[in-house]
């Protein structure tokens, strides 16, 4: 190529979401290997961080549903396109990829999608709407999983033009390590959610409040723990925001004072040194009922030498070795659940240094940000050359 490559990624809101972090880390990776970057977005808290020197931010409502505002979309995309000399779309939502798609044929661009997660589908009209992550030269899938779900509902429209291939997420190696973290910040956790560790498992859930995420499951799988093995003592945090589901949060404090579990449950709603909470952590529990696409948290926790506990569905299948850096248990099944936890009480302390080090080397060996955008990277120049 005589010239740099340059790539617009487009996505609707730049949060703390694990699409979110992808897109901002490969964003800043290709100005690093010598592209132009470019971001179209409707804000979000990861622009504030954005290094404006090495990647250009453009507002533009990509969030937006709305039909009208997603073909004024497309055309204000493909001037972006033409006055900046674009040479792919990257496309990492639904929404923005209809107005990335038309862009891409007004200007004749390549176009990108990410596949990030299964994107349910209830009628043929929503099916339809998905359809669009798949209408793209170069698809890439997070997992596996969503590979295997991409080729069994959208078989219809792969073709020989286009390229289907698994990029695995990844994540900062170098940010999720256990040494990084200063103790003076575990401290200042300890105070501020006055978290009593002594002579108990502290048991860690990050994830949005939303029944999917099974937080219910977990919270009957330790009440029926504390009433059948009371002498295995245990703190649980639940962590994150209900994100407006306000009656779902009620739900599952009345749940917590059914199972008489408030002095051994404790709901926080963000925490910024997500790594500090890792490290104090003894266990981190994903109890998923529905699959998660990758299953960012027990990556991020086994990159921080911590125990894992998740559902035996979706891209935590692919993440975790189990009974080698964590444990997987049934999905939906609380039996299943309540004797994993259990049985977490009798490791020796070697067990679970030994299986701590084995899900860093399995993440930092796989799971990386840097082979993630150096994959993504290298696609790019095949899909231009």
Known sequence: MASKLKVLQVIPKLGYGGAEIGCYDLAHYLYENDC??????????LVKYINKKKVKYIWLPVQSKNPILIFLNSIIISIIVLLFRIDIIHARSR????????????????????????????????????????RSDLIIAGSNFIFSHISQNYSHLLNSKKKLLVIFRGINVDYYNPDTVKESDEKKLIEKWKI???NKMLILMPGRLTAWKGQELLIESLGNLKDKEPNKKFLAIILGSDQGRSLYKKKLIRMVEQYRLSNDILFIDNIKNMHAIYKLADVVVSSSIEPEAFGRVVVEAQSMKTLVVAS???????????????????????????????????????????????????????????????????EYKKLIN
């Open 36 to 45: 132009d970057s470019f971001i179209i977005t409707s804000g979000g808290d």
């Open 196 to 198: 009593d560790k002594n």
């Open 95 to 134: 929404a923005p990829a209809w107005s990335c798609l038309l862009a891409s044929k007004i200007t004749r661009r390549k176009f990108v999608t990410t596949f990030h997660g299964t994107y349910n589908f209830s009628n043929n009209f929503k099916k339809f709407y998905n359809s669009v992550m798949v």
């Open 312 to 378: 035996d569905i979706g891209g935590s299948k692919e993440t975790i070795i189990n009974d080698k850096t964590g444990f997987l248990f049934k999905s939906g099944d609380v039996k299943s659940l309540t004797q994993t936890i259990s049985s977490i009480f009798n490791l020796s302390p070697e067990t679970v240094r030994s299986m701590g080090e084995e899900g860093r080397k399995n993440i930092v060996k796989k799971f990386n940000v840097e082979k993630m955008c150096f994959s993504t990277y290298s």
